[in-house]
């Protein structure tokens, strides 16, 4: 079975410019989690769907961050413009409901120059 | 505020050398904790949900315990390939179902 799936993997971009991180969750789970992981900061949410409608953003830096789940198998996390500060290791996660355990993806390691 | 703290910060084991890792938390109640271990450059691997005080799962080498206030994830005979980070995660009783990550334990064990 295909796990979470998540691309590009890598990112380098510019301060400035918009950068798109994509996934798509394990087939049937309902709710999709967005994580940013730093030395710093360890492991933060940013936000989570569950049936494809936002729960909790709470974890969102500020207005440049926006994420999107048009349809059970996909989610968009946006960054608009990016900065460097922004540069960190995100990663999606799926699970069968809201209280199960999450599975995370590969992650995207992206580096804002 | 809730929280999940994780000690020691780092480890290093001999081979064979058994050992614990705690993870101790406060939130306004616990739906549930998550321990997760993860490789370098790689995402979490889910290892065991526990939900409710006294509750105790096993996986291979690993087992995971949890009480009130902490939870306790002991590697017996540990392995060189057993080294990893270990990450806890816990979801409160109240609010929206998001997770609340520590900050890790860095496993090494030496052969």
């Known amino acids: 079975d295909a796990g979470v799936i998540q691309s590009p993997r890598h990112e380098v971009t510019e301060m400035g410019q918009e950068v798109t991180l994509r996934c798509k969750p394990i087939?049937?789970?309902?709710?999709l989690f967005w994580y940013r992981q730093t030395m710093m900061r360890g492991l933060e949410l940013l936000i989570y769907?569950?049936?494809?409608?936002?729960?909790?953003d709470s974890g969102m830096p500020e207005d440049r961050f926006s994420a999107k789940m048009p349809n059970a198998s996909f989610s968009t996390l946006k960054i608009q413009p990016s900065e460097p500060r922004d540069s960190a290791v995100y990663f999606c996660?799926?699970?069968?409901?809201?209280?199960?355990?999450?599975?995370f993806g590969p992650g995207t390691r992206l580096t804002v120059l | 505020e809730d929280q999940v703290t994780q000690s020691p910060e780092a480890l290093r084991l001999q081979e064979g050398e058994s050992s614990s890792l705690n993870c101790s938390y406060t939130?306004?109640?616990?739906?549930?904790l998550f321990w997760y271990r993860q490789d370098p450059g790689k995402g979490p691997e889910f290892l065991f949900t526990?939900?409710?005080a006294g509750e105790e799962k096993e996986k291979e080498r690993l087992k995971a315990t949890l009480t009130k206030k902490e939870s306790f994830l002991h590697i017996t005979a540990p392995k060189p390939e057993d080294s990893a980070t270990y990450l806890c995660?816990?979801?409160?009783?109240?609010?929206?179902?998001?997770?609340?990550f520590g900050t890790g334990t860095r496993l090494k064990v030496l052969a």
């Open positions: 996660a799926s699970s069968l409901a809201q209280d199960r355990a999450a599975f």
């Open positions: 087939s049937g789970h309902n709710s």
């Open positions: 769907f569950n049936n494809n409608v936002p729960i909790d």
């Open positions: 939130v306004s109640g616990l739906r549930g």
């Open positions: 526990l939900y409710s």
């Open positions: 995660a816990v979801q409160a009783g109240s609010g929206t179902y998001k997770y609340i």
